[in-house]
Nanobody, 115 residues
Framework: QVQLVESGGGLVQAGGSLRLSCAAS????????MGWYRQAPGKQRELVAV???????NYADSVKGRFTISRTSAKKTVDLQMNSLKPEDTAAYYC?????????WGQGTQVTVSS
């Protein structure tokens, strides 16, 4: 069983920054991929950014150039640095890990961007 714990959400004004962190209960190198997803009220959950075990990253078009995903093996974390935040970035953000073909989700952390 893989447990993921997110932190770092909160309220920020438009143009501000937040950093989300996701801590995994297993070695980061046993994880095939790890990513951040978000879900706004009334909308489907969508991919924000993902990093594979090989270090390849992928971003949603809406966050390219503003968000950066990174992983730290020592701390077994994957972080999402979010800059130039917009009100449309407001959502619950979820960390997801794929380990041996199984998908695991964190409990989510709320990000609210005020205009």
């Amino acid at each position: 069983q893989v447990q993921l714990v997110e932190s770092g959400g909160g309220l920020v004004q438009a143009g501000g920054s937040l950093r989300l962190s996701c801590a995994a209960s297993v070695s980061i190198f046993s994880i095939n991929s790890m990513g951040w997803y978000r879900q706004a009220p009334g909308k489907q959950r969508e991919l924000v950014a993902v990093v594979t075990s090989g270090g390849t990253t992928n971003y949603a078009d809406s966050v390219k150039g503003r968000f950066t995903i990174s992983r730290t093996s020592a701390k077994k974390t994957v972080d999402l640095q979010m800059n130039s935040l917009k009100p449309e970035d407001t959502a619950a953000y979820y960390c997801k890990a794929v380990v041996a073909g199984k998908h695991y989700w964190g409990q989510g952390t709320q990000v609210t961007v005020s205009s």
